[in-house]
């Protein structure tokens, strides 16, 4: 039952330098628009909890469950790489953690629940749209095994929010075992409190990476930034893998669990076209999909610098150095597996190269393209022949691609899989 959910907030122990204590500004006539099982079964939560009157209350912002103490965390970041000395949680609050029977911690946080101290004039409310977008496209990450915030609920009502048209206000119930970012680091090392900054450090880790726990300082702070390199670099790659585009890689949109967090103008790129920007404020396309990989690794060197008091600069470049070798070695494995290659062999990344090359100079759909492929027997690929202009290119990779399945030990069936 949802009333059996023991909540604790460890981050609120760290004290109110880290964050501001925050009321939820309830929904009014709030109905849940989708309850998400899957989600809230990380929890224990059953059917019977989620259509629970204290659930909906929940939902509404009216009424918190025991335990939660709902605050708004303060960090900084650079935005289009520019730095922003103070942002934070301008319409979500975390209101608590929750430990499941196999001991894991999530966090709970609703986003769209009215101003905090750092919404910025704004209304800290979340419109259903939008709403929606993230619920959907959180599952569908986390379904296609990208790490990821999950979703559990959404909900709307009559309360009315202000954008370019009157609409209805909506919360998400959104779930992460941390939802700490490279901003939170930021805001610390920035205004000189380096005493808070290694408070957090030391707080992540502990939570988070408890192996690094027990190493001497600076190693276990240099342990643990390697560890959040490789994660970085993984993520990044199995988003270009799949045609993700995040659309506002800023860094306080970068978590440190290395999941996808914060769904604002996100898109799945249909055409491919590397130069694609998704989010259209981005006027010099900073967040294309193809200069996706290059700002990973810029956002990891501003969280190195703000780490720079607790860890060695020369430590500080060995992790970085990692992050390239790390994300190949991910995009290679997610191509072959999206080439249904089961094996890694010579000549691998040239094929997935040219592949690339070929679909960016015939715009073809990214996402049809891999389906079509995976629809058809090996023997057969010469039916997709027709369906570009420049075929004897297609030939080309086609004929490779064949003699390069022809040493894959395997029948066509597990490919195809």
């Known amino acids: 039952m949802f009333d059996s959910l023991h909540f604790s907030n460890s981050f609120a122990r760290l004290g109110e330098d880290f964050y501001s204590p925050v009321r939820a ?47 708004a965390s303060v960090y900084a970041g650079h935005q289009f790489g520019g730095y922003t000395p103070q942002l934070g949680d301008g319409r979500a609050l975390l209101i608590g953690e929750v430990q499941n029977r196999q001991g894991q911690r999530w966090e709970l946080q609703l986003k769209g629940a009215g101003q905090t101290p750092y919404s910025r004039f704004a209304d800290g409310r979340a419109v259903l749209r939008s709403s929606i977008r993230e619920y959907l496209c959180s599952e569908a990450m986390h379904s296609l095994g990208i790490p990821s915030t999950r979703a559990m609920a959404l909900s709307t ?28 680091f930021e805001y610390f090392f920035h205004s000189g409190r380096h005493d808070c900054l290694q408070q957090l450090a030391d707080y992540v880790i502990e939570q988070h990476f408890p192996h690094c726990a027990g190493l001497p300082a600076p190693a276990r702070y240099q342990q643990w930034l390697l560890e959040v390199v490789e994660r970085t670099a993984r993520l990044i790659a199995d988003w ?48 294309a999909y193809n200069r996706q990989v290059a700002i990973g690794l810029w956002n990891l060197n501003a969280l190195a610098h703000a780490l720079s008091p607790l860890i060695p600069v020369p430590a500080l470049k060995d992790c970085l150095m990692q992050y390239e070798p790390v994300l190949l070695a991910r995009f290679r494995q997610r191509m072959q597996h999206k080439l249904g290659l089961a094996t890694d062999q010579p000549g691998d990344d040239e094929l997935v190269g040219q592949l690339l090359q070929l679909l960016a100079a015939e715009r073809r759909d990214y996402h049809d393209f891999f389906r079509r492929l995976g629809n058809i027997a090996a023997a057969e690929l ?36």
């Open 157 to 184: 009502g009559s309360t009315p929010v202000y954008r370019e048209r009157i609409e209805s206000a909506a919360m998400v119930l959104r779930m992460a075992p941390s939802h700490i970012r490279f901003g939170h």
């Open 25 to 71: 500004e309830p929904i009014a006539d709030a109905r849940l628009v989708s309850v998400n099982p899957a989600a809230a079964s990380l929890v224990d939560l059953d059917d019977t909890a989620l259509a629970s009157a204290d659930f909906i209350a929940l939902m509404a912002g009216r009424q918190l469950p025991p335990g939660a103490r709902p605050l």
């Open 382 to 417: 010469a039916t997709l022949d027709d369906s570009f202009v420049d075929r004897e290119r297609w030939r080309s990779w086609r004929t490779g691609y064949q003699q390069r399945l022809a040493r894959e030990d395997r029948d066509d069936s597990q490919r195809q899989a």
């Open 240 to 287: 270009q893998a799949a045609g993700f585009c995040h659309g506002v890689m800023n860094t306080d949109n970068m978590s440190i669990l290395g999941l996808t967090i914060d769904y604002g103008p996100f898109a799945f790129i249909d055409d491919f076209d590397p130069g694609f920007v998704c989010n259209h404020s981005d006027s010099h396309g900073r967040y």
